[in-house]
């Protein structure tokens, strides 16, 4: 599976239908966004499907990063998607579409305040 590259940190890569319900439910009471319309968002991969992927990835991770450090956040914090080994290339560009790469200045700014990112 693809990760995410966020301030030096490879993150899983999370679909709508593939991420935790917690994190799913963290982004809906911090952006107000119900489950259809955030689909939609992610489906149409306009620039907020980047800011929902960028949560998703960093909330499985273990950072609490909020929805307005992100929304807050400029076109410059985009990162890049990284294939892993194995991974088939037509995969690859499907996660890229439902999970745009994003990169956000709120990850690990301090390592020794935030937990290191759990492999998947």
């Keep these: 599976m693809a990760k995410l590259r966020i301030n030096g940190h490879d993150l899983v890569v999370k679909t709508m239908s593939k991420a935790r319900n917690i994190d799913i439910i963290e982004l809906q009471r911090q952006s ?35 929805w307005d ?9 985009l990162g890049e998607i990284i294939a892993e080994p194995g991974d088939e290339p037509a995969k690859v560009e499907d996660e890229a579409e439902e999970n745009p790469p994003v990169r956000s200045e ?9 937990p290191a990112p759990t492999p998947a």
């Design 32 to 66: 107000g966004i119900k489950m259809g319309e955030l689909r939609e968002l992610v489906t149409e991969a306009d620039h907020m499907g980047n800011v929902i992927a960028s949560f998703l990835a960093q909330h499985n991770a273990g950072f609490k990063v909020g």
């Design 69 to 77: 450090d992100l929304l807050n956040g400029t076109l410059e914090d």
């Design 106 to 114: 709120t990850v690990a700014a301090d390592d020794a305040a935030a």
